[in-house]
């Protein structure tokens, strides 16, 4: 079975060495010297402590080794990997390439990391925007390397051959004609309390002559920052996809320093992804319709019970 892994870049910043140099590539500089004869993961323990002598923790020993040995170990031939570019909204996504595909390079190309393995990578990207939540969520880990468990996702997106066929049955499906039924205020309403659920201190401003603002409110994280968000909800039959005017027309109504939200039952074409995060704008997040559902299920409980009547759904989503 072919699977996922994310190889971090430092932040990005060595993104663009990766994909030009065909390779994803690991730190650990006192670690110096080719690896390529490890077997197992037991065989990295008194190599890592030699090295790190400082380090005493089993927990933390652990936690490096245990990324060194999915780096060397866990990848192999077929296997994708993944890494965020320096501008956080894009993925670099590529195929590991034959083994032995790792080697240790002690040039210098402008990557410190020496610890390689070969990667073919795609001269596509990913737009995190495209990405469900769990999706998006899982790659927020700051391990340098792990496994993602989204491979079937990932797969269909990129429209490979051995990507899985979709379920005859369609839940998300389900529930977007669900919320369909709901008016155009019902339906803003149920996003004001949605956000309200997420942690925004949120209000429903939607009216006649609102500029395409919906709702807005302020996310408080711990006092540790405060954003201002300006969100457009669109009720948008399944299958159509929201244009680049649409998103320049809510972006006109955001000030400088605060930023945006479109959320819509639909998706959105490819050029309105691009326009929601151009460089000296405020940026817009895009919450299509499935990513719209799987914020539904993840804050379900916290929004008010009437919706729970009004949409005829429990918990699970599934209808009662």
Same mark, same amino acid.
């Given at each position: ?63 490096? &080794?245990?990324?060194?040995?999915? $780096? @060397?170990?866990? #990848?192999? /031939?077929? *296997? ?6 320096? =501008? ?59 496994? &993602?468990?989204?491979?079937?996702? $990932? @797969?269909?997106? #990129?429209? /490979?051959? *051995? ?6 049955? =369609? ?59 300006? &969100? ?5 039959? @399944? ?82």
């Amino acid at each position: 079975m072919t699977d996922l892994y994310c190889v971090r870049a430092e932040g990005g910043k060595f993104a663009e060495h990766f994909v030009r140099g065909g390779y994803a590539a690991i730190g650990w500089k006192n670690l110096d010297g080719d690896l390529s004869a490890i077997r197992s993961r037991e065989e990295l323990y008194p190599l890592f402590k030699a090295a790190y002598p400082d380090q005493s923790s089993p927990l933390v020993i652990g936690n490096h &080794v245990g990324q060194i040995a999915r $780096f @060397l170990l866990d #990848i192999k /031939a077929g *296997d994708y990997v993944i890494t965020p570019a320096a =501008d956080t909204e894009w993925l670099h996504f590529g195929v590991a390439e034959a083994d032995p595909s790792y080697y240790f390079d002690a040039g210098d190309d402008g990557c410190r990391y020496r610890h390689r393995r070969r990667v073919t990578w795609d001269q596509r990207r990913l737009q995190r925007s495209e990405i469900s939540v769990p999706f998006q969520n899982s790659i927020r880990s700051m391990l340098s390397v792990y496994k &993602v468990d989204h491979a079937e996702e $990932f @797969l269909q997106l #990129i429209g /490979a051959a *051995d990507a899985p066929r979709r379920a005859e049955y =369609d839940a998300y499906r389900a529930v977007l004609e669900r919320l369909l039924e709901l008016d155009p205020t019902e339906f803003e309403v149920f996003l004001t309390s949605l956000l309200s659920a997420i942690g925004f201190e949120a209000e429903h401003t939607g009216k006649v002559g609102d500029k395409g603002v919906d709702a807005q409110g302020d996310l408080d994280i711990a006092g540790m920052a405060r954003i201002r968000l300006y &969100v457009q909800a669109k009720r948008h039959k @399944l299958g159509t996809r929201i244009r680049a005017s649409e998103v320049r027309k809510l972006r006109q109504s955001i000030p400088m320093g605060s930023q945006g939200a479109f959320i819509t039952t639909a998706d959105y074409q490819s050029d309105a992804r691009e326009v929601a995060t151009e460089a000296g704008f405020p940026r817009i997040g895009l919450i299509n319709g499935r990513q719209l559902v799987d914020l539904l299920v993840q804050y379900w409980d916290k929004i008010p019970e009437e919706y729970w009547q009004r949409l005829d759904l429990k918990l699970g989503l599934v209808r009662s």
